[in-house]
């Protein structure tokens, strides 16, 4: 082979000369070894400036019905070869829009930095608000921005970069979500003016879903309404997709085996049951909308459909103000709210009960029996479980809850050890009796983290 060339292709078996020119990575080899290590240090330079120019910084907004959080992610570089998670640098949320909200900013840690009461009415104002307050303390520059979208509507069908069209098509579909849709579209419009120079993404609740089969997803409704995108779409998708990433982690870090056969219960401001076979979706409790399932702390769950006409025919006025009065009350003030006549807040609820307050402690039992029921039927359905997994706000921190939850399924051989139920703790962890034929976790819902991963991809995938 001539000395002043070396050529190492693809391959890893041809070699060229000097004149002879052939697919591969061509390396310049000088005769003077001090001129090539000069070459190489050069070389590295330049890789290192490349991958502190590519670094991609991105903006995650995640809204949910009465919080919203800000958490900002370094994906590294483009040029990078080592595949890493999105690495979290800092982040906010303010919980209790709408009523007593608490404002809190932390490092990457977790550690709060501040936490105040503050006043937001709106999920816009409470965006506003964080942002603000996160721009003045913590903010560095982002160069795309991913939001959390619970309904995309018939017609958007995976994550996807947001143009007209794609807000359209959400403005179209928000009559399927009015309790999160038209709210977010708000912020996506703010974020977009906040940040005009930088690309901003949608993720959708509904994509982890995709893989349930047409029996699950298929309601018994006329064609014509089915035509229109009349079907179970699921939501919480975002949180079981994370949940599902982390137990696959877990597995290869540990000589655990992944749970083939699992349930999810997601249970916070909203709540859902969702089970999957091998880390697929196959059925999940929430329907067309974010309303149907089990019961939430403002919305009722599954309810006969004659139920609704009769509070259609119970409201005053046209038919339009029925049909928002009834919205009102499906979104807003049923559920553990319209059952305690307090608020939909588990803790309040339950510091009520204990106190006597029978009406408390009766919300408390129809909520964590719908979440049996659709605990058991999903194990029915699977043919058995390997594992149930609490996440959410009451799902990860109100250990009561998930005693009250298995305590119907004993039978099945399912039962939690006292000392790790009560633990609090972050991270996740394996709450189940050593006896216990079924595996049950505590497993923190990442979203944000899992939008930080879909905005990563679909950047790389438009350079």
Known sequence: MCSYWRCTCLSGVQQC?????????????????????????????????NYKANIVRILVLNSGSSSIKLSIFDSGSSFSRVKTDPRLLCGGEITGVGRDAMLAV???????????????????????LL??????????????????????????????????????????AASFAPLHDPEVITIIREGM???????????????????????ASTYPVPRKYRELGARRYGFHGLSCESIVRTLRN?????????????????LGSGCSVTALL????????????????????TRPGDLDPGLVLYLLRQQQGDAKNAISSVEQILNHTSGIAGLSDMTGSVQAVREAAE??????????????????????????????LDAI??????????????????????????????????????????????????TVYVVPAQEDLMIAVHVERMARLEK
């Open 106 to 128: 932390h490092d990457a840690d977790g550690a709060n930095r501040s936490s105040i009461n503050v006043t937001a009415a709106t999920p816009m104002e409470a965006f506003r």
């Open 193 to 215: 003016a906040r940040f005009p120079d930088v690309a901003h993404y949608a993720c959708f609740d509904t994509v982890f879903h995709a893989t349930m089969p047409a029996e």
């Open 355 to 384: 106190k006597g307050n029978t009406q408390a402690a009766l919300a408390m039992k129809v909520f964590t029996r719908s979440v049996t029921k659709a605990i058991g039927g999903f194990c029915w359905l699977l043919g058995g």
């Open 250 to 266: 877990r597995t290869r870090s540990a000589d655990v085996g992944f749970p083939q056969r699992m349930v999810i219960a997601h």
């Open 389 to 438: 997994v609490f996440a959410g706000g009451i799902g990860e921190n109100d250990g009561l809850t998930r005693t009250e939850v298995l305590g119907g399924l004993d039978g099945l051989g399912i039962s939690i050890d006292a000392r790790p139920n009560r633990a609090k703790s972050p991270a996740l962890r394996q709450i189940s009796a050593a006896a216990s034929a079924v």
């Open 278 to 297: 091998d880390g697929c979706s196959m059925d999940t409790t929430m329907g067309l909308t974010p309303t149907g399932g089990v019961v939430m702390g």
């Open 17 to 49: 000369t000097r004149s002879v020119m052939m697919r591969g990575r061509f390396t310049f080899a000088s005769r003077n070894p001090a001129t090539h290590s000069l070459f190489q240090t050069k070389r590295r330079l330049r890789s290192r400036q």
């Open 131 to 172: 942002l603000d307050t996160v721009c003045k303390t913590l903010m560095p520059k982002v160069q795309a921005v991913g939001y959390r979208v619970v309904h995309p509507g018939a017609k958007l069908h995976t994550h996807q970069r947001i143009t007209d069209t794609v807000l359209r098509d959400l403005n179209e």
